[in-house]
Structure formats: C-alpha cells, structure tokens
C-alpha cells in the first residue's frame, strides 16, 4: 500500500536576540528532512504582534514598502510595512521600539511613539482598507502622544506651545489639537494588534508593569503615570481604563481613544494573515516555538495561539525553544505534546543563542526520528 509523505507545519515565533521566526522554521525544516527526505514541510513564521510581525506577513507573501521614520529617540530609521489586497501592516517595534534606541540605551522619560504616527501615515499613501498596528516592544511611555503628533496632532503646553516628545513632558499637558489630524484615518479601518489588557493608569498601568523594561526607574514611574493621569484627564478620562489602553506605553490609549481603533488579539490577527488554518488541515504534526517557554507563554503568546487553531484541526503540537522552565504540568495545560530546548544540547547560553540554526537543526532530526519517524514512509 501506497502511503502520501507525512506533512509539517513549522509555525515558530522570532528567538528574540539570536533567530528570525523564518530562520527558526527554516533550521527545523532542514533537520526534518535530512531524516525524513519524503516529508513537506511547510515553514509559516508567526509572530504576536511585537517584533518580527511584518517579517512574517511579508514570508506569507505581502510586499515591503520601506520608509523613513523618526526612531524613538528621534533619529532617523527605516521601517518596513507589509501590504497586500488593501491591508497593510505596520510594527511599532521596527519604527521606534526598544530595538531601535541608539546603543540600547534607554530613555523612558523621553523616547517617543512619534515614529509610529509617521509610519501610519505612509500606510495611508497607500491606500487600504485597513491598517493593522502591532504595538509590542516600544521603547516609550508616552501615551501615544508622539504617535498623534506623527499624524499631524499637537500636543500643547498650557501656553499653547507643541511639547516636546517622551512621556515625562505630559507632566506639562494642556490641550491636545486634533485638527490637523491625517483626515484619511476616517476612511480606514484602524486594528489595534495587540494581546496587553492592561488600562492607562494605576498598578496593572503601562507606566508601573512596563515601564521598568524601558529602564523607568520606581521613581520614573512614579512620575509617568502621573504625567498619563493628566493626559488622559485632557484626552479621555473614560477611555483610560478599557483594556488595552496601556499597550505600547499607552499607544493603546491613544490608538483607541482618539484614532477609534478596535483592538484584537496580535497572535490572531498574524496566524489569520498567514494562513495557519488552511496550512495545518491534514497535517501530521506542528512545530511551534519561541525563545523562552515560560509562565507568559500562556498569557497571548503566539505558541498558545499556534496550539489552539491546531487543536482544533486535531492535530499534535511540540515546541522548540531556547530554555524552557515549564515542568510537565505546565507543558500539559498549554497543550504541547513535548518541548524540545536547545538547553538540552547546549547549556552554555551564549553558544546556544550563537549557534542556534545548527541546533534546531539537530532538534529538527531528532523530532523526524521521534514523531514524523512513526508515520509509514511511501511505499
């Protein structure tokens, strides 16, 4: 009897400081098949709305459109944004995100979202129907303020002077002047690709949970979300508290307040764009993956989001990872029929993160032997 060849999906996010989501499913790939040669394996980078997004939507077949925006310290960068059949994706973390600050440094006081705005505004010359932002990994605690001034708000002191950008100027907030605002944002639809919940303001706030990831010091954020408190109070108050207004540093806030954004599921959107439904129908396995499995893993990361569309198409899920510190239980309950982490080959993590392509290699293989090897070759 005559048997097809077993099929895999390799739909890995980014190893964040080491491999792209393609260069990951690309390593798995080639370990697959140099045990199971007869084997398809199709590779679908993922990502969860933060780094990486628009390099997965471009593998899925978008085209780049590059251009020139102010970084988060206000240096000029070059950006990419994806579009296909009036869609068009645009990453906060490749305009002005925690990437993009010259020597790593951080500014959580004064880098800016302001990149963001002008992104946004060249979506616009290109004429969608809908714009999808993905908002992780900014460098600001702005409230989205640098973004609105981006696209052509002023944001103004009580002497009507623009302030300056950051989120520690807000302390100085007086007024926000919407009329120059790009009037072709009211002919798009505006998505907002983010899994952060958290509100504007408070403890579960953008400045007190992330802001010290952007350096803020606890007397830094002290004052940020002070500075927010009042921009809000000029903006919104009422819109300060819906989930998802703290994304980005507050870019939420702004997106959703101000611009009439709706917000969805970064992982969701992504694995939509990609494809992933269509792709693991009749699989035999997918391989999903990031660089540390841990306790967020659970909380919208793009390996929960891979797991539940392949559940439901009754298909079996491992992951491949950097390090991983879920004990069985947790690999259990987010689904995972096993984790294979590169710490099992190399525990020295510098050379892990250095030669991490050679090693999904070896991970991919040794996944050919153990799960694809129990499917019947063709005959």
């Known amino acids: 009897m005559t048997t097809r060849p077993p099929r895999v999906v390799v739909a890995a996010d980014s190893f964040k400081g080491s491999l792209a989501s393609t260069a990951v499913g690309e390593a798995v790939r080639a370990g697959v098949l140099d045990v199971r040669p007869d084997a398809v394996v199709t590779v679908l980078p993922v990502a969860d709305g933060g780094e990486g997004t628009v390099d997965a939507v471009l593998a899925a077949g978008f085209a780049p459109t590059t251009v020139e925006v102010p970084g988060p310290t206000g240096e000029g960068v070059t950006t990419t944004l994806a579009a296909r059949d009036g869609t068009v994706v645009v990453e906060l973390a490749d305009a002005c995100g925690l990437g993009r600050l010259p020597g790593g440094v951080p500014r959580p006081l004064t880098a800016s979202s302001r990149g963001l705005g002008v992104a946004i505004r060249a979506a616009l010359d290109l004429r969608p129907g809908t714009i999808v932002v993905g908002v992780g990994g900014s460098a600001s605690t702005d409230g989205g303020a640098g973004m609105l001034a981006g696209l052509g708000a002023r944001v103004l002191d009580a002497d009507g002077r623009d302030l300056p950008g950051g989120g520690g100027a807000l302390e100085r907030v007086a007024a926000l002047d919407r009329s120059g605002l790009d009037p072709r944002l009211a002919g798009v639809r505006l998505v907002l690709a983010a899994d952060v919940v958290n509100p504007l303001l408070g403890p579960d706030g953008a400045a007190a949970v992330y802001g010290p990831q952007k350096g803020a010091s606890p007397a830094d954020v002290v004052r940020l979300d002070a500075a927010l408190a009042r921009w809000a109070a000029v903006v919104d ?35 939509d764009v990609v494809g992933l439904d269509a792709a693991v129908r009749g699989a035999d396995l997918v391989v999903t993956g990031e660089g540390s499995l841990d306790a967020q893993t659970a909380s919208g990361k793009a390996v929960t989001g891979v797991v539940a569309r392949a559940a439901a198409a009754g298909v079996p899920v491992v992951a491949v990872c950097g390090r991983s510190t879920l004990d069985p239980d947790g690999v259990r309950s987010l689904g995972l029929a096993g984790v294979y982490p590169l710490s099992a080959l190399e525990p020295d993590v510098d050379r892990s993160v250095r030669y991490a392509a050679a090693l999904l290699r070896r991970v991919g293989a040794r996944l050919a032997r153990e799960r694809v090897g129990r499917l019947s070759p063709p005959g």
Do not use: C, I, Y
């Not at 980005?248 to 954004?261: C, E, K, R, S």
């Open 237 to 271: 108050p009422g819109a300060a508290g819906r989930p998802g207004a703290g994304a980005a540093g507050g870019v939420g806030f702004a997106a959703l307040a101000v611009l009439g954004a709706e917000r969805a599921s970064g992982v969701e959107v992504v694995l």
